[in-house]
Structures are given as C-alpha cells and as structure tokens.
C-alpha cells in the first residue's frame, strides 16, 4: 500500500497572500513618509516670509491610498486564514491517514472531472474493506445544521461577550456532489463499486449540532472518532482484486 499526494494548490496561495499582506502592510508607512518628505520639501525656509501652501492633494492621496490599502490588508488576511485553516485540517486529516497505510492506498488532494463537472477530493482511501472519500473541515466554534440544509451556521463565542455567525456551505452535499463525480469516472472506465464519505472536523475546539437522517451522511469529529470509524470500517460490498487494481491505475493517473 501507498501514499499517493498531488500538488496542493492552496500552499502557494498562501505564500503568494503572505507577501501581498507584508506588501500592504508595510506601503501606508511608506506613503506617509514620502508625503512627509515632500511637504518638508515643499514648505519655505524660517528666512522666507511667505506663508507655506499645504498640499492638501498630496494629503488627500496619501490618505485615501492608506485607507485602500488597510482595507485590501483585512481582505487578504480573511482569505489567507481560511487557506491556512484549511492547510492546518488537511495536515490533521494525512496523520490520521497515514496510520492505516498498511491497510490502504491513499489518494491525498485527489482532482476529479467527469464530464462538466469536477471537484478536489481532500483523500481517497481504497482497500481491502472497501474505498473512502474523506472531506476535512477544520471550522471551530458551534456547527449547526441538516442532510438537507443548503448551508450551515457556524457560532463563535469569545471570552468579552462577543459573539459572530457565519454561514458555510454544507459538507454533506459538497462530499456527496465528489462521490457523484469519483462514482461516475468509475463506471465509465467500467468499474462500479460502493463508495463511503466521510465529513471530518479536524479542530478539537469544534462543537456539533446536526441534524442527520441519512445513514449515508456521515460525519466524525476528532481524531479519535474517525479513527475508530475507519478501523471498524467495513464496506457492504467488498471490492474484488481486480477491481481495486483497476481503481488504484485510475486514481494514480489523477494525482
């Protein structure tokens, strides 16, 4: 069995956000300095008797370009956290994995296309028990929500009282839209098999209120609980030999 790891996309965008952040966060102190230089520059010698014009377009510029650039530094720091946060989920998600290597082969940050449709799927395990799809999620707080919801609310509560609610979209329907598009690569290169997905919270400070009535939907938080889950797992239709060789070429010619 192997571990077989594509390319995440994510890491150079996180890189690429860092720098952007340092960039916009260092230019205002660079602008004020420059405007400062020229009003310096600009204003009359104590020998002069004339009374100094201050440049209020230059003023106005700067001000405004600090301000747009305070602004693209919050927007960019948002986005680089939720990268990072993710990055954080997938790392927690390929240690748990890489326990049962001698039981699976794992497919990590897997592409998937079938016709107009395509995804990422964060892990792919195939083995004797059968094949797994894995979607981490390393939200923190309280997640609420159902099969059926089109989102779910995440709360956070923090220690001064404060409180923020934000939506996400749900896993669930995200994990099974992935298994829709493995399950239909599959039977076109002539394989059909059982698929299982798994929703994983990765984030030990998670809370969850869910409401699920599929036994399909399957969601496990922490470390522990997947775990188990994946030990005890079993499929209700076993792949035979030469199906899982068949699956193993296709999957290794994706990542």
């Known amino acids: ?32 300095i420059i405007f400062a230089i020229d ?16 440049n209020y377009i230059g003023a106005y510029v700067s001000a405004a370009a600090i301000v747009l650039c305070g602004l693209a530094y919050f927007i960019l720091g948002r986005r680089y956290n ?42 792919i395990m195939l083995g004797k028990k059968g094949l797994i799809i894995i979607e981490v999620k390393n939200h923190s707080g309280t997640v ?10 995440q709360y956070k509560h923090y220690k001064d009282g404060k409180s923020t609610e934000a939506e996400m979209k749900n896993p669930i329907k995200q994990i099974t839209r992935q298994r829709d598009i493995l399950k239909g690569i599959l039977h076109e290169n002539g394989v059909d098999v059982w698929i299982d997905s798994i929703v994983y919270f990765s984030n030990p400070l998670v809370r969850l209120k869910l409401n699920l009535k599929s036994r399909s939907s399957i969601v496990c938080s922490g470390e522990k609980e997947l ?29």
Do not use: H
């Open 1 to 32: 069995m192997k571990v077989y790891k594509s390319r995440n996309p994510n890491k150079f965008k996180i890189g690429a956000l860092f720098v952007m952040q340092v960039i916009f966060g260092t230019l205002p102190a660079i602008l004020f």
């Open 39 to 54: 009003y310096m520059r600009l204003a009359p010698s104590s020998s002069e008797t004339s009374v100094p014009v201050p």
């Open 82 to 123: 939720v990268l990072l946060s993710g990055v954080k989920g997938e790392r927690s998600l390929e240690k748990i994995a890489r326990r049962y290597k001698n039981e699976y082969d794992i497919f990590i940050n897997c592409p998937v296309q079938y016709k107009r449709s395509r995804s990422e799927i964060d892990m």
């Open 144 to 153: 609420s929500g159902s099969d059926t919801d089109e989102k779910w609310v």
């Open 227 to 255: 775990e188990q889950f994946i030990s005890d797992y079993k499929s209700p239709r076993p792949i035979s030999k030469t199906d899982t060789a068949k699956i193993r070429e296709i999957l290794r010619g994706m990542v």
